[in-house]
């Protein structure tokens, strides 16, 4: 096979994050502890009221995302499609302080199960990225998922 015909996708490296943090037990622990510290911090209140009293369907949602999002099986898309996260949360109102009480939770969550600290660091800066991405409401939210296609000289 010349490289005319490789597909795309045998050229695009892996992300070896969900192996670097232990696989699907690994996430499955993250998810717990991060619901755990949810259920447990005062500032995590508001996040948590968002969420239905029984977790045991929003956990296995999101170790189906977070398994595919570190690199692992893709099993979320598989049953979910794309994960479309702004879409999924816009009924949600999230703000800087919902935003900052989800990063804590999970960066908490990655100290209680251990994560090695060059990847503890990368984790969380990837998570604030999209985290921050999910505001939509106080000040400067993240622009909308759909913004306008002309750009204007001071944004090229």
Known sequence: MNSATTPLSLNV??????????????VVALVD?????MDARADAAT????????LASTKAVLVRFLC?????????????????????????AIGVPERDAWLACMDAALTDIGTE???????????????????????????PATFPTTLTKEST
Do not use: C
């Open 13 to 26: 490296m892996p992300s070896p994050h969900y192996q670097m943090l232990g696989g699907e037990d690994a």
């Open 33 to 37: 502890a991060f619901y755990r510290h």
């Open 47 to 54: 996040i948590r009221a968002m969420h239905a009293a029984d």
């Open 68 to 92: 595919e999002w570190l690199g692992g099986p893709k099993v979320y898309s598989a049953q979910h499609g794309h994960p479309r996260l702004r879409m999924r949360h816009g009924g949600f």
């Open 117 to 143: 600290s060059s990847l503890h660091e990368t984790l969380m800066a990837s998570f604030s990225k999209t985290a921050d991405f999910m505001r939509n409401t106080g000040p400067n939210p993240a622009l």
